[in-house]
């Protein structure tokens, strides 16, 4: 990649990220009949954009996050908690223009805040069923799966399905395997009778062994051998959690030649699926961890964090860069499922709550809930640059 590119990738990583999120809020919303008169990439101060329709899409100066602006009840009350001075303003009846609203936002025959007739409450978000309102609050989620998804695809047709052959390469003298006769260049085929080809797959079947002993096929020339090997007992760390555990290891090193299969459309989608659940079920069982006490917080990174890892994949290699853009984009989805307040999980779950209550809950409730929800993510945000900072300074 150029130069150039290398160095915006952390803005195109997380402006992507991002915009489907948000397109996700969007589109469900316009199917929903609900009025959404701003679609923002970035906080605070409108930079540029465009006023199509009812909408107006714009860039904003702050570059994290984004968020559709839609048609509240309590528009008055919270107008300018999202965006900049062009977002402040009632959405009721406004017979002229605001002087915070550019010229050229305003329509004469418009709905406010950029133009002078109200908003009918039948477009505003709370009018909407619980099941449109939830579909509204899930929909960034469920398009950031998408994505992550579409793009975990795409690199599997793209570039093949890769695998590690389970070769050897080296044999760690005194080790099991050593002692069990296995030699550089034999090819492990099958682990208690069930056939492997990946080391991958050698990892899966042997490292959950501390007690007990494992058979090991393994094809030399036009000979297949079999051994049984009392695997020893190692520290590790748990890839996922980073937790400290105990595995089993025969002593053998693997041969570092990645070999990529060409798959079909279908195939690619059906491995990029699986392994979209399978970074979802890390992503869970980070977190899983992190409220456990098993995962130090230590471990998170954030937008520091991010940009310099976004730097370094696209010095790698478009396949890298994307395969980031797939990861971030399903930690964004799961992250915003979290039920703290502000986020949509925590949306979420306030809708089914007045569901259940059998109305709305209080301007004063709400706020409360509101200000729980900033609390929170102000505490985290401060956590991860911390972490980033440390980690730039103690490297």
């Keep these: 990649m150029s130069s150039l590119t290398v160095y915006i990738a952390p803005l195109l990583v997380f402006g992507l990220v991002v915009f489907v999120h948000e397109l996700g809020h969007f589109v469900a919303a316009k199917l929903c009949g609900v009025y959404a008169p701003v679609f923002s990439l970035g906080w605070g101060r409108r930079i540029l954009g465009w006023k199509r329709g009812e909408t107006d899409y714009r860039v904003s100066l702050i570059p994290l996050g984004g968020y559709v602006r839609m048609a509240s009840r309590d528009d008055d009350a919270l107008a300018g908690i999202e965006g900049g001075d062009a977002d402040r303003g009632s959405l009721q009846d406004a017979p002229e223009k605001p002087s915070n609203v550019p010229g050229s936002l305003w329509d004469p025959q ?139 290891r025969v002593g053998i090193m693997v041969r570092d030649s990645v070999v990529r299969e060409p798959v079909s459309m279908a195939q690619a989608v059906s491995n990029g699926t699986r392994a979209t659940w399978g970074m979802a079920r890390n992503v869970v069982t980070v977190l899983g961890g992190l409220v456990s006490g098993e995962v130090s917080a230590k471990n998170l990174g954030g937008p520091i964090q991010i940009a310099r890892t976004s730097v370094q994949a696209a010095k790698n290699g478009a396949e890298t860069l994307w395969s980031l853009i797939a990861f971030l984009s399903l930690n964004i989805a799961i992250l915003n499922l979290v039920p703290i307040p502000v986020l949509d999980g925590g949306q979420i779950l306030l809708v089914l709550a007045e569901r259940l209550k059998g109305g709305s809950f209080s301007m004063r409730t709400r706020e409360a809930f509101a200000r729980v929800g900033v609390l929170s993510v102000l505490a985290l945000i401060l956590l991860v640059t911390f972490n980033d900072l440390r980690s730039v300074f103690t490297r």
């Design 110 to 248: 418009g709905m406010a805040p950029f133009g002078p007739k109200a908003v009918p409450a039948d477009r505003w978000v709370e009018s909407k069923s619980t099941s449109a309102r939830v579909f509204i609050l899930a929909a960034g989620v469920i398009m950031n799966i998408l994505l992550t998804m579409t793009v975990t695809s795409g690199i599997y047709y793209k570039y093949g399905n890769p695998y590690l052959p389970a070769v050897i390469d080296s044999v760690v003298a005194g080790a099991p395997a050593a002692a069990a006769g296995l030699a550089a260049g034999d090819r492990i085929v099958a682990i208690n009778g069930e056939a492997v080809r990946g080391w991958d797959e050698v990892l899966v079947r042997v490292s959950p062994v501390t007690s007990g002993t494992v058979t090991i096929d393994v094809q030399r020339g036009a000979e297949r051998l079999q051994r049984v090997i009392t695997p020893q007992v190692a520290d590790a760390q748990d890839p996922v959690t980073g937790a400290a555990k105990k595995v089993g």
